[in-house]
């Protein structure tokens, strides 16, 4: 819902959503739905950043992306930096989560064509208080990076207004080619399926 509401508000070719989502999942009432209130968006977006823009190349995304899952799948838990792999919209990522560093990415598509390493792309994501200006969602050397007037808040609220009631779905942006679609971390041989 994130990022549907980002791609929504912003001129963009890729939007990312890191670090938020930490809400407990909500249980719909009688009518089958679940009211989004002013307390549930800080329960999924507990601080409220300045949505930024920026430009980064083929180049710059694919080693971001590697950097990413490395924070994920890293065979060396101590280099573990979170749980699950980013949040986007714009973009399809085809991985291999169990690879070596470095080779985890096998395919890329940002709208309707392969990653081009030289090409610049226009990406969106939330302002995080003490980055340098050239960082845009631990991405580093970003050019032209400029915060937007929208707080994640304020768009969210406007993109509920307009679009409610909404139904987000899971769109498998990110597919693991060498492991179950329903993984949720490094952490293989569990049961559980997200839903």
């Not at 080693?63 to 714009?90: P, T």
Request: hydrophobic share 40%; with cysteine; glycine share 8%.
């Amino acid at each position: 819902m994130i990022v549907d509401a980002l791609k929504w508000k912003v001129n963009a070719d890729v939007v990312l959503s890191n670090g938020f989502r930490f809400c407990p999942p909500r249980v719909p009432g009688k009518d089958g739905k679940v009211a989004i209130t002013e307390g549930y968006l800080y329960d999924m977006l507990p601080v409220d950043s300045t949505i930024r823009t920026a430009k980064a190349t083929g180049q710059q995304i694919m080693n971001w992306l590697e950097k990413e899952l490395q924070n994920v799948f890293a065979q060396d838990a101590s280099l573990r930096f979170g749980g699950w792999f980013i949040r986007f919209k714009g973009m399809q990522v085809e991985f291999k989560a169990f690879e070596r560093a470095g080779h985890r990415v096998q395919k890329v598509i940002i709208g309707d064509g392969p990653l081009e390493l030289e090409k610049s792309y226009v990406l969106c994501a939330c302002e995080r208080d003490g980055d340098p200006e050239d960082m845009l969602c631990r991405m580093k050397g970003v050019k032209e990076a400029k915060n937007t007037a929208y707080t994640l808040h304020s768009m969210m609220k406007e993109y509920l207004a307009k679009f409610s009631p909404v139904t987000p779905t899971l769109r498998h942006d990110a597919k693991i080619l060498d492991g179950p679609q329903t993984l949720l971390s490094q952490v293989t041989g569990v049961d559980y399926t997200f839903r």
